[in-house]
Structures are given as C-alpha cells and as structure tokens.
C-alpha cells in the first residue's frame, strides 16, 4: 500500500477525550486515513491501554499535509474543502450512539490539525476481500450478505445511506460475524429526502457503484446501496471484482454465475444490478426475501424488529404490548358503622338479660333480631375488606427470558417483585449477559414504565421511558458526555433515534434530527 500523507506512528492526537497514539495506518482512500491507535482507557483508576481505530477527513485531491496540518491544495477549493470536513462531523455525530451487531461503532469525534476525526471501535479480523480469496460456497455467501443487508436495512430506517459497500470495507470478526465499516462516503437525509451531507465530490468505487452514482446522489437513494450489496454477493460467489457498471451486462452475471449460483440467486442479483434504478430492486428487504425465496423465510426488516400482528406467521406466539389500566377501587365502607351496630347490639343484649328471663323472652328476642341477617352478612364482608393484602414476593438473581420476540434483552438475571406467575412485575433490576444493566419498572415480565435506567457495559447509559422492552422517549449520554433528549423508534431493538437534539458535553446543541 502507497501511503502519502500520513500521520507517523508515534504521533498523538489530544483534542478527544483522551489522548490517541497512531501505531500504523489501517486504510487510505480518496476521502480519507484511517489509523490504529492506542489509548489508556480508565476503569476505577485502573488504566488499560486499548486499540481504537480513527477516521481523518482528508481528500487526497484537494488536500495535503503541512507538517502534522492538513491544507487545501488549491485555495480555490477553500470553502468545499470546509463544508467537507463540516459534514465529516456532522455525519460522524449522527452515526455516534447506533447500535448494531454488524455496523461498526462510532465513539467520538474533534478537531485538530486543521481537519476532523471520528474515532471508532476497532473491529479484530480480515477484510471479506481477503477471507472470500478464491469463492465462497453459496450457503456461506448468504449468511454474510444477510447480516450486512441487516445493517444496512438499519441505516436506511434513519435515511442513511453507506453508499461504499464493498468486500474491502466489511471486515469478518474472529467468530465470523461480519461488520460494517468505513462510513466515509455515507450521506444522511432529511425528512423530504435531501442530503444533510454539503460535501458535492462523487465518491464511488468501480465494480460497486451504479451509474448514478458517477453522476452524484442528490436525494434519498437506497436502490444506490442494493446495487453494491449485489455486487458483492457476485464478488463472493465469483471471486472477481465485477466490471464496472458502464460494462456489466446481464449476459455477463449469468454467465459468471453459471454452474454457482441458484436460480433464485442469480435473479436476485441480475434485478439488485440493473442499470437503470427505476428497473432496479427498490429496497434491502425486497432483495433480502428475493434472495432467501417468499417461502422460505420471512422478510429481515432489521434483526432484531418485532413484526407487527399483522405481519406476524400464524404459530407464532404474540405478547400483547399494550396493559389494561385498573380501574378504580371502590371506597372501603366506613368503619364507625361497624362500631356503631356492635355497641347497639351489646347494649340491648345486656338490658335483656337483666330485666327479662324465660325461653319465651329469649325466643322472641331471638326472632326480633332475626331480620338483621343482611347487617351481619355486612359486617362479615366489610371485616374481609379490611384485610391487607399479601406482600409482594420478591426474588434474588432469577434466570429471566423476556417474552417479547427478539428482544435484545432476551435471557437476564433478574432481582425484584414478581406476579403470581413468577414474571418480574413492579420496580427491580436487571443484568444482562452482556454486561449491561437495568433498573425500573417492569409490567407482566417486561420492561416498560417511566423512570427507566439503562446502563451499557461501555459507560454510555439511557433515562427516560421503556415499552415492551424497547427505549420510547428520554435522554441518551454518551461516555464522552454527549448527550441526546428526544424520541426512539419503538420498534427498532437497537437504538434507534427519531426526533430529537443532540448536544455537546457542556449542553450546547450540536445537532438536531
């Protein structure tokens, strides 16, 4: 690998939260460095030194160092150079706080050496270009193409689009699970669908990037990000980058897949490649289900979204998301009432017994009280009343399972109040096998209540409302102290933002969606 313009190993970065120290260059493209770092990271006065990897926003075209700055190579491009880098950031603030097992982690983003950087989770492993050397068979070809069509689903639900899928920017983990990275090219969108990125270079990468993509995406494009998620499907089943999309033909993929792939897989691919967008598979979802076939799976909005119960296959269990108020009790009757007949009939009973004798008088006095039956029955009813009831039961590290389907809680230690059913029902706690933690109400074995408090196991926490499992409404802070107040999608299992505002560690509002 050429390396120009980069950073020494050696060279610390101090602007972020700790001070970052690059061992080696990971990556270099048209829009930007990647760099391995260290740095100490503190647990209890306890230093570990830990890897992270950072993104520099540097266009090798319209920028070059300057000792450790970074300038514009021509003072004409001044300002694109600056609404580059501001977009760099804003995206990078955007992507910071998503959750998803196959999308690399942003952490934190600054400024220094003239130009940005976002630092992010440094995933251990080899790039698919490398582990796919030769061809994949198809079964193992799917499973990745799967999980990264996830993630990116995921993304598209906030009106993200990568738009640089390819072999070299998945990496597979040791276990396998392959993650996302490289959001370099990645442009967000508003709600009419304009980008909220300004920067106007055409990146794309031969092989992967439909026609108009050379052209520059100016609205919300997900179509852009199936054509690359097909090519890389025909990277792994072929072995070879495909031709770039001025030169692939449709003769060409089916005969590079020809004796390879299914029938249904190559008819994925051909509609996920089409040249003109229009023609072109529309969503991650259709090329997911067209991929695995309608009877064969079901659709993977995202990996964790519960379907709805329309949409849910019949068998299938359903939890009810939705608790029925108790009404109000009825006021308890008044206790002096009781007193009062007690008293009368301890009076009467002893003025009778002192001043009349005989069975007769007894037998009419029997009879004359013979028609209070209904005030005894009272009383009777009204003493069971007053009984309190029994204290709750209360159980310590309990094995759980949440009920709702593909809730990212799923299997924890619970410690709190349960209902007759041994469900966690009032206010408890909850450890996850992650390593994260949980405090707040439940309601029939799920989270779900105001004045929840969730703890991630990296030091980033969330307050504010659950529902069946799943963040509603409250504050996000990160562990750089960032924090988010607004709205979560209720559905989404990773943490999804809605409407809400972002702001910096000392409160001042950086961003708003």
């Known amino acids: 690998m050429i390396q120009e313009n980069v950073l020494p190993k050696g060279t610390v970065l101090r602007n972020g939260k700790r001070p970052y120290v690059i061992q080696s260059v990971l990556g270099q493209g048209s829009f930007g460095i990647t760099y391995l770092v260290t740095a100490d990271v503190y647990v209890d006065n306890i230093a570990f030194k830990t890897s992270f990897a950072i993104k520099e926003c540097f266009e090798s075209s319209k920028n070059m160092r300057q000792g450790r700055d970074v300038v514009t190579s021509n003072p004409n491009n001044y300002q694109e150079v600056k609404d580059s880098m501001e977009s760099f950031l804003k995206e990078a603030r955007r992507l910071n706080g998503r959750k998803h097992p196959n999308i690399v982690r942003v952490n934190e983003s600054f400024r220094e050496n003239g130009t940005a950087y976002y630092v992010m989770e440094y995933v251990k492993g080899r790039s698919l270009r490398d582990y796919a050397k030769g061809r994949l068979k198809e079964s193992e070809a799917l499973r990745i193409i799967k999980a ?9 639900e906030d009106r993200i689009t990568h738009l640089d899928i390819k072999p070299d920017n998945i990496l597979l983990k040791d276990d396998g699970t392959p993650v996302l990275i490289d959001f370099g090219l990645a442009k967000g969108y508003d709600s009419a669908g304009r980008p909220t990125r300004t920067n106007k270079s055409a990146g794309y990468s031969d092989g992967y990037a439909p026609m108009e993509q050379y052209l520059g995406i100016k609205a919300f494009t997900p179509q852009a990000d199936v054509y690359a ?4 499907l025909l990277y792994m089943l072929t072995g070879r980058d495909p031709r770039m999309a001025s030169e692939i033909s449709k003769e060409y993929i089916i005969e590079s897949l020809k004796g390879i792939a299914s029938p249904k897989v190559c008819s994925a691919i051909l509609h996920g490649m089409e040249a003109l967008k229009v023609n072109r598979t529309h969503t991650v979802n259709e090329f997911v289900q067209e ?19 329309a949409t849910m296959p019949i068998g299938e269990s359903q939890q009810s998301i939705w608790v029925k108020p108790v009404s109000n009790p009825k006021p308890r009757p008044s206790i002096p009432s009781l007193k009062r007949y007690g008293n009368w009939a301890f009076v009467g009973g002893l003025v009778l017994a002192m001043f009349v004798a005989g069975y007769f008088i007894y037998h009419s006095l029997s009879s004359a009280f013979s028609g209070n039956g209904a005030s005894e029955a009272k009383e009777k009813q009204d003493t069971t009343i007053l009984v309190s009831e029994p204290e709750p039961k209360v159980v310590t590290d309990m094995s759980y399972t949440s009920p709702v389907k593909g809730s990212k809680m799923g299997t924890y230690t619970y410690t709190g109040p349960v209902d007759e059913n041994d469900r966690p029902h009032g206010i408890g706690k909850a450890k996850l096998t992650n390593g994260d933690l949980y405090e707040g ?8 209540g105001e004045n929840a408090k969730y703890y991630y196991k990296v030091g980033d926490r969330f307050e504010g409302k659950m529902q069946n499992d799943h963040f509603v409404n409250g504050t996000y802070t990160s562990v750089d102290g960032s924090f ?3 709205t979560f999608d209720p559905k989404s299992e990773t943490l999804k933002t809605l409407h809400g505002t972002w702001y910096d560690k000392s409160g001042k509002k950086i961003d708003e969606i």
């Open 148 to 156: 990264v069509s996830s993630a990116v689903s995921y993304l598209h």
């Open 229 to 232: 998620l097909a090519a890389t």
């Open 291 to 309: 991929l695995v076939g309608f009877n064969d799976s079901k659709p993977i909005p995202t990996p964790y979204e519960r379907p709805s119960h």
């Open 441 to 448: 109400p439940f309601v029939n074995g799920v989270m779900e």
């Open 484 to 486: 988010y107040k607004g």
